[in-house]
């Protein structure tokens, strides 16, 4: 019998295939200082090799980490610690007892004004030839106001008789023609601190101009043409030696002049009420040029240019300015007025005068001006002023109540926005190929417009979400019990892992700059391995308490 047809034995049986797997768990410390150093010099954007391949990855996610907060709040790879500033101060004159309109038998005071002048800028030769080209002379005109006069109208007039009529009122001007930029030093800092050093490089630029701003005189020395910081009557017999009295030299109490010394002007004053920054001058004025674009040369080449922005563009937004220049408002302390409305106001005690906050006493912004007062009698001679009975004195701007004197008042700022000394809330952890968070460009402008609109959205924009405490230089720690949430999935499963790229960065793109202190974190690798095992489905070991 043939039992062809009864085939007992096959080679290939036909059992059913099923799609079982085991979760193999992997994790991976990786620290800062793991990276190649020559490649990647700075630690916000790094590469790793991971040592061995990640088969059929099917998550991945960010477990803990440990992140310094040395990053600074101000640092020049952030593009905010420059600020520029400009400022003119004045010397008034005043010429009291002498005739405004000389004749042949009455005295000129140009003549005492052009000797002044002489004395401090050298012997009239075609200009006056020690004169800074900064400086310039303004008489004071009733009408018109201030009035620039030149070296040659001065020498003119100090021989006119008639025609040469003026009020007497005089003033050296300083205006110095180029802006003044300050750096502050990256760090972390409290309003209190910030506000100290802006002021203390304020005054640095200006100090450091007024003293080297110092020229030969015509006896040989070298002064400034600034006004001393004392105030007392100075007994002087020739105009020769206005600047400092009889017997005495340079750098003296009663000396007129500065000699050598600059001046020190601003008072930068934290509100710690209204969380705002003031500035202010004692003497002279200022503007802040909070609408200039800094210059920096950035360690992180990646980072753009932020002045673009419309948060963060610079230092003066963390002050709480906008993109514009501010004048410094003037405030005239002679006129009894108590600033209603402002934030600060005339203090009229009985004290010392100046801008004082409500929830204080005492003025945060006093007047130091001076001006040169010079007294004299009336002489039958038109070019020879009586010395003998010539008195000069210097007088405190607070005292000063001419109207017409610009030095008796004080130039203040006050920021229109609160001071923002925390930095970021957050940092942004990325890695190439396999982000999952998505987010919004920021700086919107035309998300209306039917055309050029630039509302845009970065899909798959990071890998992690790192959230900063604020803690000036501390350490963040987090895990995936309280912070970090985010799981990276993919479907199906990555077939090979070798190696990551991880790039730091804020939400608006700049890079983190970490000052070079190492950093870890913990990567968690859920793998599928391959078990072929009748009646199984994906174990977890309960070790792992997904």
């Not at 007047?367 to 009698?377: P, V």
């Not at 990325?430 to 050029?452: A, C, F, H, V």
């Amino acid at each position: 019998m043939n039992n062809s047809n009864f085939i007992l034995q096959t080679a290939h049986p036909l059992i059913k295939s099923e799609q079982t797997y085991v979760l193999d768990r992997k994790l991976i410390s990786i620290h800062s200082v793991d990276r190649d150093y020559k490649k990647w010099p700075n630690s916000s954007e790094f590469g790793i090799d991971l040592g061995e391949n990640f088969y059929n990855v099917q998550s991945m996610r960010l477990i803990n980490f440990a992140i310094p907060v040395n990053h600074y709040t101000f640092s020049d790879s952030y593009q905010n610690t420059k600020l520029s500033f400009t400022y003119s101060v004045n010397y008034p004159i005043y010429l009291t007892n002498f005739d405004n309109n000389p004749s042949s038998t009455t005295q000129n005071s140009y003549l005492l004004l052009y000797q002044i002048l002489e004395a401090l800028f050298g012997t009239y030769a075609s200009g006056f030839p020690n004169k800074p080209n900064d400086i310039t002379f303004e008489r004071y005109d009733s009408g018109l106001g201030w009035l620039v006069i030149s070296d040659a109208d001065i020498e003119s007039y100090s021989t006119a008789t008639g025609g040469a009529g003026h009020s007497g009122k005089y003033r050296i001007v300083w205006t110095p023609s180029k802006d003044f930029t300050i750096t502050i030093p990256e760090g972390s800092y409290s309003p209190s601190n910030l506000a100290q050093t802006i002021e203390n490089l304020m005054n640095e630029q200006i100090y450091n101009a007024s003293s080297l701003s110092g020229f030969p005189s015509a006896d040989g020395g070298s002064f400034d043409f600034l006004p001393g910081q004392s105030t007392g009557s100075i007994s002087s017999t020739d105009i020769s030696g206005v600047r400092i009295s009889t017997g005495e030299t340079v750098g003296t109490t009663e000396s007129l002049w500065t000699g050598g010394t600059g001046i020190k002007p601003f008072i930068i004053r934290y509100n710690d009420v209204t969380n705002k920054i003031l500035f202010g001058s004692t003497v002279g004025t200022f503007t802040l040029k909070c609408g200039k674009q800094e210059t920096y040369k950035s360690s992180c080449d990646r980072n753009k240019a932020v002045y673009n922005q419309y948060t963060k563009w610079g230092l003066a937004a963390y002050l709480g300015f906008q993109k514009k220049d501010y004048i410094a408002t003037a405030t005239n302390l002679s006129a009894n007025t108590n600033g209603v409305g402002n934030p600060y106001q005339t203090n009229q005690g009985g004290g010392t005068q100046g801008l004082t906050l409500y929830h204080e006493t005492t003025p945060w912004l006093t007047c130091n001006a001076r001006s040169l007062d010079i007294s004299g009698t009336q002489q039958t001679a038109a070019t020879e002023p009586d010395w003998a009975n010539i008195t000069a004195e210097i007088k405190d701007g607070n005292t000063t109540t001419d109207s017409s004197a610009i030095d008796i008042l004080i130039s203040s700022i006050s920021a229109d926005y609160n001071l923002d000394v925390h930095g970021e809330d957050a940092l942004y952890m990325q890695i190439d190929k396999y982000n999952n968070i998505d987010e919004m460009y920021p700086y919107s402008e035309r998300t209306g417009n039917l055309y050029n609109n630039d509302l845009g959205h970065r899909s798959n924009g990071s890998f992690a979400r790192i959230p900063l405490t604020h803690l000036p230089f501390g350490q963040e720690l987090g895990s995936r019990n309280n912070f970090v949430l985010n799981v990276f999935h993919t479907d199906p499963p990555i077939k090979k892992i070798d190696r990551l790229k991880f790039t730091f960065r804020y939400h608006d793109g700049r890079l983190v700059d970490f000052k070079n202190l190492p950093f870890s974190f913990t990567l968690e690798f859920n793998m599928l391995k391959d078990e072929q095992v009748l009646g199984r489905s994906v174990r977890v070991p309960t070790l792992y308490n997904l």
